[in-house]
């Protein structure tokens, strides 16, 4: 997909191609693909989202996407041009990822069970059956569940490169060759148990990988969502027509009805009406909105029609533009590598030259090349990196479920790795540390005969304010009085006539304060006034936060009033009408300052913060974009499980460093072994397989971790 952007001697234009690039595994692939189009004559600049796995390129009109395309391959990688939505990936590729994976334990788990026949010490013609078993068990398995692998690889030796696909790929076809030369002339040995096992746990690694990206496109997706689908639109001559958001163009008038959401920006020509603009303030309570008074995409017309003039549309909205900083905002995130994949980016190669140099110096010194070959196999898979893959991935898994259990799902094994960094937190105030639902505080200065009409009147109104007044007289068991002509004022309220006296529920005569309401019965009127609580343990879970090395402090696009409410009554400064671009900012000036910040918000304005920041939690309460781009999830109504978290993830992680201990203590111990010949691949299967349950074992501890 290409968009124009003009260069800074505003006569030239640069044209932005996006490509998906699906083999884009670590950050030494980020590296070669940037430094490589860099290069390029005409191309300005190049970057890689890993999140996405896409690349976005910065160049001149005179290079078409096909030659970009080409100069991607040539890199190494295979390119597809993105045609349609720039944040959009094809899904497809997950799904076969976890095709090959459930293939790939299929195969694991039957030849497992004839080598552990061969290991207990069936021979001869018994032998040999389980070996041709597991041979056609392995082969068919190898050659579906490995494409990704020997795909990628091959693009690579292709164009003279080589990737971290590579060595896997020739470390699995050698050990899958090697067992089909021994079985077919009946040796004693074969080992396509390693080459299968070794390619389940490289793509579980894969899986969750593809699992993490999914989830970031979705988020932005979800938001790209809030917008209508499309507006009637007035013609000239006083018709009007449906026109799709696509075809929106700027100068058209849009008819919004109550109820409706705005499919592009613009400015108010005619009537007035209150709309909720939580998606670019989080500010809870609606705002008024009458003539010559801006309107956003994706925000909700509450309560009477407007006339709208168009003044952008498609990418050119506040919506795409807050879709496009989550975007950038996980490009930033994105370059944080598991340290199973750092470590696994260097030792991979390194065994795989070991093996080749213990092949060569058998060879040299007389063993004959089929010994030779055995030691080199031997090598590789005492060697497998099944131990070490193990080491971060089964840590987080028993260590989500310990915290899954306690109210916090964590959606990205990873964040467990970043939340024990954390040593700054930001909150925002409507509906995280508040519980974002005003509760009536003085139902008790009304009569039964008012509380009645309060009652008919609120829940006839969509308004929050009416919601909440709703929700705390239904908890009183109170009855709807009978009321007539029930009908909505735009910008006023509720009214409607209880017998031959008038009634109404809506703004109070005299009051700044947005959670309040005002019943007049008669000519008699009461304020009814809502709060909107903080959440319980909210000052106990800042104390904990603070004790564990993390200082806090609120981030809001609420109005100062009250902010200074919540962060008085919790001893935190505060910074109140932040925009979406005003909490990434601010992320961004932490993080630049040396923080690494953990983000806590709910609302459709938070989802670029959340993917800005270090790590983010959002909780169970929060639109759909903000549990998207949060990085995990509580479902209580108490912010405790938020420093539960924290001290579980640095748990983790010490958890973590003990297994990298304990697999490259096996590597130490047992590669000098393999190399002077003294294990067999039978040894070596054995020997790795149970540097993996150790690692499962320690990681089995953190059970206990979240009480």
């Not at 059956?129 to 494409?147: D, E, Q, T």
């Not at 938001?223 to 958001?245: C, F, H, I």
């Not at 019965?521 to 909107?532: A, F, P, T, Y």
């Amino acid at each position: 997909m290409n968009a124009i952007a003009p260069i800074n001697d505003g006569q030239s234009r640069l044209i932005v191609s996006r490509f998906a690039v699906p083999a884009i595994r670590c950050a030494g692939c980020i590296s070669k693909i940037e430094n490589g189009l860099n290069a390029v004559p005409g191309i300005v600049s190049s970057r890689v989202n890993f999140s996405t796995k896409q690349v976005a390129i910065s160049h001149l009109p005179e290079l078409p996407d096909d030659q970009l395309r080409r100069e991607i391959e040539t890199l190494g990688f295979e390119a597809q041009i993105l045609a349609d939505n720039p944040l959009s990936e094809e899904k497809g590729s997950t799904d076969k990822l976890i095709r090959a994976l459930a293939v790939a334990g299929f195969g694991m788990m039957n030849i497992m069970l004839l080598s552990v026949s061969v290991w207990s010490g069936a021979a001869g013609v018994t032998r040999d059956l389980f070996h041709w078993l597991s041979a056609l068990i392995a082969i068919p398995v190898i050659s579906y569940a490995g494409r990704p692998f020997f795909a990628s690889a091959a693009m690579a030796l292709r164009y003279g490169r080589t990737n971290m696909d590579v060595p896997i790929s020739i470390g699995i076809l050698l050990a899958t060759g090697l067992s089909i030369y021994e079985t077919a002339t009946g040796g004693e040995h074969a080992y396509f148990d390693g080459a299968v096992m070794l390619l389940f746990f490289l793509l579980a690694g894969r899986v969750l990988d593809g699992m993490m990206r999914d989830r970031a496109r979705e988020g932005i997706g979800a938001l790209l969502k809030q917008t209508a689908p499309g507006a009637m639109v007035l013609e000239d001559d006083g018709n009007t027509r449906w026109v799709a958001s696509k075809d929106l163009l700027p100068e058209m008038q849009m008819m919004v009805a109550a109820g409706e959401s705005l499919a592009a920006d613009g400015i108010i020509v005619s009537g007035s009406s209150s709309f909720d603009c939580s998606l670019m303030t989080g500010e809870s309570v609606p705002q008024p909105r009458s003539k010559d008074d801006m309107v956003l995409a994706g925000t909700l017309n509450l309560t009477s029609p407007v006339v709208v003039r168009v003044t952008a549309t498609g990418e050119d909205t506040s919506v795409s533009d807050i879709a496009r900083l989550m975007d950038e905002a996980g490009q930033r995130r994105s370059f944080y590598v598991r340290i199973a994949d750092r470590a696994a980016r260097y030792y991979a190669p390194a065994v795989h030259s070991l093996a080749l140099l213990a092949f060569a110096f058998w060879m040299i010194v007389g063993a004959g090349w089929h010994q030779s070959l055995l030691i080199a196999v031997a090598v590789l898979i005492i060697t497998c990196p099944c131990a070490l893959g193990l080491a971060v991935p089964a840590a987080q898994v028993v260590a989500s479920g310990a915290l899954l259990r306690k109210g916090v799902m964590v959606k990205d094994g990873s964040a467990l790795e970043r939340l024990a960094e954390v040593d700054y937190a930001l909150f925002d105030k409507t509906g995280t540390l508040t519980l974002g639902r005003p509760v009536p505080v003085n139902l008790d200065d009304l009569d039964l005969g008012q509380k009645q009409i309060t009652l008919a009147l609120a829940q006839a109104s969509r308004h929050p304010v009416s919601k909440g007044i709703r929700t705390g007289l239904l908890a009183q068991n109170i009855e709807p009085a009978e009321l007539e002509d029930i009908q909505e004022l735009p910008g006023e309220g509720m009214a409607a006539r209880w017998g031959d006296i008038g009634a109404m529920l809506g703004k109070p005569e005299k009051s700044e304060d947005h959670l309040s309401s005002q019943l007049t019965v008669g000519g008699k009127s009461v304020v009814i006034q809502l709060r909107d609580e903080i959440r319980p343990d909210a000052l106990a879970a800042i104390a904990s936060l603070q004790t564990q090395g993390l200082p806090s402090s609120i981030i809001s696009g609420d109005n100062n009033r009250s902010v200074s409410l919540v962060a008085d009554a919790l001893g935190l400064s505060a910074q109140a009408g932040a925009s979406p671009q005003d909490k990434v900012e601010a992320i961004t000036r932490l993080t630049d300052s040396g923080y690494k910040v953990l983000m806590v918000g709910d609302g459709l304005n938070d989802g670029p913060a959340l993917a800005a920041a270090h790590v983010s939690i959002a909780p169970g309460t929060a639109s759909d974009v903000g549990q998207q781009a949060a990085d995990a999830v509580f479902t209580s109504d108490s912010l405790m499980p938020i420093a539960l978290s924290v001290r579980v993830a640095r748990r983790t992680m010490q958890i973590v460093h003990q297994n990298f201990a304990l697999a490259i203590g096996y590597n130490i111990f047992a590669v000098p072994l393999a190399l002077t010949g003294m294990v067999t691949p039978l040894i070596a299967a054995i020997a790795m397989s149970l540097s993996s349950l150790i690692v499962v074992g320690n990681a089995l501890r953190l059970n206990g971790a979240a009480k």
